[in-house]
């Protein structure tokens, strides 16, 4: 009888989709990608609406695949992420900034929720302060994603977001350039939602997610997972219009608000699964006057699962993490 073979898993929870990619975890080769489909919404706003539908489905996946107590990461939803910057004594050591972070957050370092689960990095220091970079996040949301996994019978591993696991291949495949100066916009397109992260100097610093419930519904979704839109060219047109209006007054907001106009967005990386995607670059590069990239990848991999392809590159064996590569939550 033959082994099974051991398999990493990853996971990307959508309104009412779970995307998954199944690795053998000695060659890191993909052996399996696919989607499952849901007649009805599962994730809401970024939270699980409907925990015993998704936990049946993965159930039935696990069991027909034999994947039982497989170590599975996922991607947590981009509408819940918030990045904030704080200023804290610079006497605090290492262990000391996440204990004083871990007390103060919710009183005098402000959240937007109850309960807050955080990563931090230190991104300058001087004698009596240093300024620390938060990745927030709710502790509650985590824990639902969690228990799902745990009930399904997996091992949860590593929890991230989607942003960061392109960055993460930007890094690794180094065809686009992520020097000190850029401003390097990640965009990420789809027909319900478009997701902005910024960064500089290999960490994020802003980042908004936006979605239009009357746009949504025009769109559908076949069961081989292609998206078609159900209304006039007029109103497909506007809806794009809207988007890159949104975007040009967040390029806006950037450089005046946040840069005080001493510079802007270097270059804007565009991803995602929206159908025009060759049309939708060309209307960015005539608007904005940018550099509009997009990430190399495997011939293998469809462009809807880089990020978990991202994800699946989180801390490889032999890869050493070294301050500045990005983390998770």
């Not at 993460?168 to 939602?193: A, D, F, K």
Request: proline share 5%; aromatic share 10%.
């Amino acid at each position: 009888m033959l082994f099974q073979k051991k398999v990493f898993l990853y996971f990307e929870f959508l309104e009412s989709r779970i995307r998954y990619l199944a690795l053998d975890a000695q060659s890191k080769k993909i052996i399996e990608k696919n989607e499952l489909q849901f007649e009805t919404e599962i994730i809401h706003e970024g939270r699980i609406i409907n925990p015993s539908l998704i936990q049946n489905r993965l159930q039935a996946l696990i069991t027909e695949k034999k994947w039982k107590n497989a170590k599975t990461s996922i991607l947590l939803p981009d509408a819940l992420i918030t990045i904030r910057e704080e200023v804290i004594p610079g006497q605090l050591t290492g262990s000391e900034v996440k204990e004083y972070l871990t007390l103060h957050i919710g009183q005098s370092i402000r959240s937007p929720f109850k309960n807050t689960s955080f990563h931090h990095e230190v991104t300058s220091q001087i004698e009596n302060e240093q300024t620390v970079l938060l990745l927030l996040y709710p502790t509650d949301t985590i824990k639902d994603f969690e228990n799902i996994l745990t009930e399904a019978s997996l091992k949860p591993d590593v929890a991230d977001i989607s942003s960061l696991c392109l960055y993460r291949m930007m890094q690794q495949n180094g065809v686009i350039q992520l020097g000190e100066e850029e401003h390097t916009l990640v965009l990420q397109w789809s027909p319900t939602h478009t997701s902005m992260m910024v960064f500089n100097k290999h960490l994020p610093q802003f980042a908004r997610h936006s979605r239009n419930p009357a746009v949504s519904e025009l769109w559908s979704l076949s069961p081989e997972g292609k998206w078609a839109w159900k209304g006039d060219q007029d109103t497909l047109q506007m809806s794009i219009k809207e988007n890159l209006d949104t975007i040009e007054r967040f390029l806006e907001f950037y450089r005046y608000s946040v840069l005080d106009g001493t510079t802007g967005i270097t270059q804007i990386v565009l991803a995602g699964n929206f159908p025009h995607f060759e049309e939708l670059k060309k209307n960015m590069e005539n608007r904005f006057f940018l550099p509009i990239l997009t990430i190399s990848r495997p011939e293998e991999i469809a462009s809807k699962y880089l990020p978990l392809y991202g994800l699946s590159l989180k801390n490889k064996p032999g890869k050493k993490m070294k301050r500045g590569d990005v983390t998770s939550v």
